[in-house]
């Protein structure tokens, strides 16, 4: 079967590091994504990962290891606004299916002052 | 960037009544349609797939007499909740895709659905 595994809830302090894991079992993999969705709206992209290693995008870092079936999104110098739900997913088929993804059910990030 | 619009962004109605929610592709042709269903603290579920001019694919477990989709063009698709219930009431969002993009995530705006 399908499974996304994600912590349900974390809790950081404004101006720290925060680290989301997530693992994966899936039928194929054509590449991770990590998403950010405040509540009542719709998802944002933030990364996208296909090869294993580490990808940096200003504050946020997204790091993947296909033989683990692992992802983390590493969050940098945490800001009040990065309060939201993360979303990992994974797109299993390559082609024509590519946009089909499994979602996670999210990780809360609450961050403190 | 390409921007999915989806329509309407709320909705609330009675017991029994129909809702359509519409997404249009603005800037590209939309050649598939993903159909998503999202309850409270819950994942993304995959309702349906839609490619344009063809009936819609749908996941097991949802009636396809009940969520009616419609992709007739390539920048329209819609999702008519049939004689909707309070069990209905959810977030529902599309997403579309160009198949010669593969990173980018093309989201509409999302429709909570609230039935009374």
């Known amino acids: 079967g399908q499974n996304i595994d994600q912590p349900t809830e974390m809790t950081a302090t404004e101006g720290a590091i925060v680290q989301i894991n997530c693992t994966y079992q899936?039928?194929?993999?054509?590449?991770l994504f990590w998403y950010q969705q405040h509540a009542g709206e719709a998802p944002t992209f933030l990364s996208y990962?296909?090869?294993?290693g580490l990808e940096e995008k200003g504050r946020f870092s997204s790091f993947l290891s296909r033989s683990k079936g692992y992802s983390y999104l590493l969050l940098k110098e945490l800001q009040m606004k990065d309060s939201a739900s993360y979303l990992c997913a994974v797109a299993p088929y390559y082609g024509g299916s590519q946009g089909n993804l499994i979602f996670g059910k999210g990780t809360k990030l609450s961050v403190k002052p | 960037g390409a921007v999915v619009s989806q329509h309407p962004s709320w909705v609330i109605c009675k017991s029994g009544t129909s809702v359509k929610i519409e997404c249009r592709s603005l800037?590209?042709?939309?050649?598939?349609m993903f159909w998503y269903r999202q309850f409270p603290k819950q994942s993304l579920m995959l309702m349906a797939t839609s490619n344009e001019g063809s009936k819609a694919t749908y996941e097991q477990g949802v009636e396809k007499d009940k969520f009616l989709i419609n992709h007739a063009s390539l920048t329209l698709s819609t999702l008519t909740v049939t004689s909707a219930h309070p069990e209905d009431s959810s977030f529902y969002i599309c997403r579309a895709t160009q198949e010669e993009v593969n990173t980018e995530a093309f989201f509409g705006q999302g429709t909570r659905l609230t039935v009374v």
């Open positions: 899936t039928s194929g993999f054509n590449g």
């Open positions: 990962n296909v090869l294993d």
């Open positions: 800037d590209f042709q939309a050649t598939t």
